[in-house]
């Protein structure tokens, strides 16, 4: 049997107008992340750790945000997606490692529906949370950052 780890990491700015999906969740906030797709960061996080560990590419090798057909994309459906693909290459996904990195919201009240959301399409997963103590990108509360580690066995 083979192991493998892979990481992933993603940031998006934060905007008005826009709402702020984390983990699949929808959080209350007055801001949320800008991008090309839902622009959901943990997701994206782990969906990099993922391909990362099975060799197989990265997020925007897949789902290029210079693609139409993406926009607006439901980064949840990628992520399924994604999974279906690492199993299909003879990977079990074995567990999920994440961290979002953000000034506000608080995400302790939200962390549980996140982990039961990622957990039904991958099984184990661990989601923490983070502030930037008011240093860099994150700190300022411009945008909101996650890194997450995936470990396949196969």
């Known amino acids: 049997m083979s192991v ?55 997020i925007g090798e897949l789902y290029p945000d210079t693609d139409a057909a993406f926009e607006g994309a439901d980064s949840m459906a990628l992520l399924r997606d994604v999974a279906e693909r690492v199993r299909a290459a003879g990977w079990a996904i074995e567990h999920v490692d994440a961290t979002v990195m953000a000034e506000a919201p608080k995400l302790s009240p939200h962390k549980q529906a996140m982990r039961v959301a990622l957990g039904a399409v991958l099984g184990s997963v661990s989601v923490k949370a983070t502030t930037g103590e008011r240093m860099g990108f994150v700190g300022r509360g411009e945008g909101i950052a996650a890194l997450a580690v995936a470990t396949l066995s196969g």
């Open 4 to 58: 493998r780890t892979g990481i992933g990491i993603d940031s998006h700015r934060l905007e008005a107008g826009r709402r702020l999906l984390l983990g699949g969740v929808e959080i209350e906030h007055e801001r949320g992340l800008a991008g090309h797709s839902d622009a959901d960061v943990l997701v994206h996080a782990i969906v990099d750790a993922l391909l990362g560990a099975a060799a197989m590419g990265d």
